[in-house]
Nanobody
Framework: QVQLVESGGGLVQTGGSLRLSCAAS????????MAWFRQAPGNEREFVAG????????YYANSVNGRFTISRDNARNSVYLQMNSLKPEDTGVYYC??????????????????WGQGTQVTVSS
């Protein structure tokens, strides 16, 4: 079993930055493919960014590519999402997700085994 706890959300103006953190416990972190998803009111939960478990390869949704950076620190059992140049459309609840094993990053939420409780990000115009 894996427990995921997000932090770092908040209210920020358009163009601002936030850094989300996700702390994992319960399993060897290095065996987990990690990702961030987000969900705006009335919308489906969507993939934002992912990072592979072995080489730290990354993959981003087109909407955030060039503005967001995902990283992981296996020594701290943590994954991060640095969000720059934020836009109102980035508003939503951001979820950390973990996929046990996995040869590559998946953008499909049903393939992830563990989820955090979410942290709210609000970008004001």
């Amino acid at each position: 079993q894996v427990q995921l706890v997000e932090s770092g959300g908040g209210l920020v103006q358009t163009g601002g930055s936030l850094r989300l953190s996700c702390a994992a416990s319960g399993r060897t972190f290095g065996t987990l493919t990690m990702a961030w998803f987000r969900q705006a009111p009335g919308n489906e939960r969507e993939f934002v960014a992912g990072i592979s478990r072995v080489f730290g390869n990354t993959y981003y949704a087109n909407s955030v590519n060039g503005r967001f950076t995902i990283s992981r620190d296996n020594a701290r059992n943590s994954v991060y999402l640095q969000m720059n140049s934020l836009k109102p459309e980035d508003t939503g609840v951001y979820y950390c997700a973990a996929l046990q094993g996995g040869a590559r990053i998946s953008v499909v939420k049903s393939q992830y085994d563990y989820w955090g409780q979410g942290t709210q990000v609000t970008v004001s115009s």
